[in-house]
């Protein structure tokens, strides 16, 4: 599975779980608070939401500066697979 393929399917997942929506509305987690996993999978799913997805470099840069609002979706994408 190539890796665009893979952040839009990881977008949908975490957008399934947790609309963004929801997520906003929920106090997000401290930066001390979030293991490994969970930070790389909200910057993975947070790339997935970025404005404008067909720029590899703009994704990285909303997810960068967005990853803390979806690691209530990450979260819960994580729980639903353990």
């Known amino acids: 599975m190539n890796t665009s393929r893979r952040i839009l399917l990881t977008g949908l997942a975490g957008l399934a779980v947790a609309p963004t929506a929801v997520a906003a509305a929920v106090p997000s987690a401290?930066?001390?608070d979030v293991t490994v996993a969970e930070e790389s999978f909200a910057r993975t799913i947070a790339a997935a939401h970025a404005p404008d997805i067909t720029c590899?470099?703009?994704a990285e840069r909303y997810a960068d500066a967005h990853w803390p609002e979806y690691v209530v979706a990450a979260r819960a994408v994580l729980g639903a697979r353990a």
């Open 30 to 32: 401290e930066p001390a």
């Open 56 to 58: 590899a470099r703009q």
